[in-house]
């Protein structure tokens, strides 16, 4: 089944037909719309018995053949008129050995359950069965690369949004606003990466020698203008209960490595721009040393004391000096 998009494998051993059998009743029950299930049974060098209905022909089968038997597969199927060709809507696969395709156990596709479902027949399987946890550590070190990061949040967010008078409505129309604007405000090289925090946005551009001053260009643009145009977006009429007025942010340059889940970025960048972020006062960035290019702007170069990395030298830039 190449097209699912669920794939679960339990790696359970010493089942038999009847046990196979047990399991897929279960998972009939569970998703009801199926109308008919159609068993097969794989022999070594050869198939026993293919897309058989009638479970007494099956056990017949297995108990005839019970050395030769290498697995078994039951396909379900919404209509009781579907070919015994068609490829079904979901698939239950035993395999007592590991093959070239499939690892030993229990393996279970679906293009069609939600998450209850899935959790009904598993709740089956878990307390009927005895499956070993995987424990295998799961290690990916990431891809190194340099990136441009950017932290930008409101001031006095969490304090705001305690007031009896604002409701949830109200501040997630605050935040979808604040993440529109972030998003505009970088739209001429926008970022690789852009993350929610709460009420802050990560903006993160991966940087060559070819693109690294365009990058810094751009977010030092949108980062200028950020706070005058949050101001005038939060005088419309659709922030009639007000807002925090003020935003900050901070940036900083480095190396960092790239994840391929969820194309996700994880280094020191990132952690001083966030840090920065948090220490400088509204309407301000407070820019890392580190990133190329600041001395020609005419930016004030200033330190700051920052929580785990100690004192840092940094460049000062104001709103609407860029």
């Given amino acids: 089944m190449e097209s699912s998009t669920l794939h679960r494998h339990y790696r359970l051993s010493g089942l038999n037909f009847r046990d196979f059998w047990d399991i897929c009743s279960h998972y009939q029950k569970v998703h009801s719309r199926y109308r008919r299930v159609l068993y097969t049974v794989e022999g070594f060098g050869m198939t026993l018995c293919a897309n058989?209905?009638?479970?007494a022909k099956v056990l017949s089968i297995v108990a005839?053949?019970?050395?030769?038997?290498?697995?078994?597969?039951a396909r379900y199927y919404m209509s009781l008129n579907s070919e015994p060709g068609d490829y079904g809507n979901a698939k239950i696969v035993y395999m007592p050995e590991t093959t070239d395709f499939l690892d030993a156990g229990l393996h279970f596709f679906s293009e069609n359950d939600n998450?209850?479902?899935l959790y009904h027949f598993e709740d089956y399987i878990y307390n009927s069965y005895t499956v070993p946890e995987e424990i295998e550590a799961e290690v990916e070190y990431g891809l190194p690369c340099e990136i441009l990061a950017a932290v930008i949040d409101m001031r006095g967010f969490s304090a705001f949004c305690e007031q009896p008078n604002i409701e949830s409505p109200y501040t997630c129309g605050l935040m979808?606003?604040?993440y529109a604007m972030v998003r505009r405000g970088f739209k001429r090289y926008p970022p690789d990466m852009v993350k929610f925090l709460g009420d802050g946005v990560l903006a993160v551009w991966q940087t060559t020698s070819k693109d690294r001053q365009v990058a810094i260009e751009v977010c030092l643009e949108g980062l200028n203008r950020l706070p005058v145009t949050w101001r005038q977006?939060?005088?419309g009429p659709e922030f009639s209960h007000g807002a925090p007025e003020h935003i900050g942010s901070g940036l900083s340059f480095g190396l960092a490595s790239k994840l391929s889940i969820d194309q996700d970025y994880i280094g020191r960048p990132i952690n001083l721009a966030s840090r920065l972020c948090?220490?400088?006062?509204?309407?301000?960035?407070?820019?890392d040393i580190s990133v190329p290019g600041m001395s020609e702007l005419g930016l004030r170069q200033s330190s700051v004391r920052v929580k785990s990395f100690g004192d840092q030298?940094?460049?000062l830039m104001e709103a609407g000096s860029y």
Avoid: H, M
């Fill in 176 to 178: 979808t606003a604040f």
């Fill in 115 to 117: 998450k209850l479902q």
């Fill in 64 to 73: 005839a053949n019970p050395q030769q038997i290498r697995g078994f597969t």
């Fill in 313 to 315: 030298k940094i460049w």
């Fill in 233 to 235: 977006i939060i005088s």
């Fill in 52 to 55: 058989e209905a009638d479970v």
């Fill in 278 to 287: 948090g220490l400088c006062p509204p309407a301000r960035t407070y820019i």
